[in-house]
């Protein structure tokens, strides 16, 4: 839970692939603080708990507003309000 004194932002997280059959739906939305490095952990634990079942481990790409959440952190970038979250799953096969 989100501190209220704490500038907070809400945001669209969107579900694709095989992780979307996890919820009943492939788009949530949350409140969470603005710097994306504290804010993604708690997401992802917050979403995580929406599921229809447990979800199982892997590898999973995080973009927002279609730029890679890694390289957003790296430049202390800062959530705003209807910023897109997506939780792309890495699909493997052989």
């Not at 704490?6 to 409140?31: H, K, M, N, Q």
């Not at 447990?54 to 202390?76: C, S, W």
């Amino acid at each position: 839970m989100v501190s209220p004194e704490i500038e907070t932002v809400t945001v669209s997280i969107r579900l694709y692939g095989w992780l979307a059959t996890y919820f009943p739906a492939d788009e949530v939305t949350v409140t969470t603080v603005r710097d994306i490095g504290t804010a993604l952990p708690q997401i992802i634990s917050d979403v995580m708990k929406k599921s229809d079942s447990d979800v199982p481990d892997g590898g999973m790409m995080i973009m927002v507003n279609d730029r890679n959440a890694q390289e957003l952190i790296k430049q202390k970038y800062q959530l705003r309000n209807d910023d897109i979250i997506s939780f792309i799953p890495v699909v493997a096969g052989g």
